[in-house]
């Protein structure tokens, strides 16, 4: 069973930047396609960011495309997803999530593993 555990969020100003790693439990972490999503109170559950296994491809939402980068180090089992220019807007609990053997799609139904979450807040 892959583990997936997120950190990195919290309250940032408007226009400011973080962060958020996501650890794998997983030895082989290159199989996996990894993705991120957030979810808003009262809304559902979106795609962010996701980023393919051995050929690396990667995909954003057209909200953050420009603004967040999402890598990968398969040698620390850990993806990351760099948040720049944030807004109001990407407040939200971050997610990663991962699926075995697929190419990244922006589809939360697409991804068999995902962590506990971490928040992020942007606000002045």
């Known amino acids: 069973q892959l583990q997936l555990v997120e950190s990195g969020g919290g309250l940032v100003q408007p226009g400011g930047s973080l962060r958020l790693s996501c650890a794998a439990s997983a030895i082989n972490l290159d199989a996996y396609a990894i993705g991120w999503f957030r979810q808003a109170p009262g809304k559902e559950r979106e795609g962010v960011s996701c980023?393919?296994?051995?050929?690396?491809?990667?995909n954003y939402a057209d909200s953050v495309k420009g603004r967040f980068t999402i890598s990968r180090d398969d040698a620390k089992n850990t993806v990351y997803l760099q948040m720049n220019s944030l807004k109001p807007g990407d407040a939200a609990v971050y997610y990663c999530?991962?699926?075995?053997?697929?190419?990244?799609?922006?589809?939360?139904?697409?991804?068999?593993?995902w962590g506990q979450g971490t928040q992020v807040t942007v606000s002045s």
């Open positions: 999530a991962a699926v075995l053997f697929r190419l990244c799609v922006l589809s939360p139904g697409a991804f068999d593993y």
């Open positions: 980023i393919s296994g051995s050929s690396g491809r990667t």
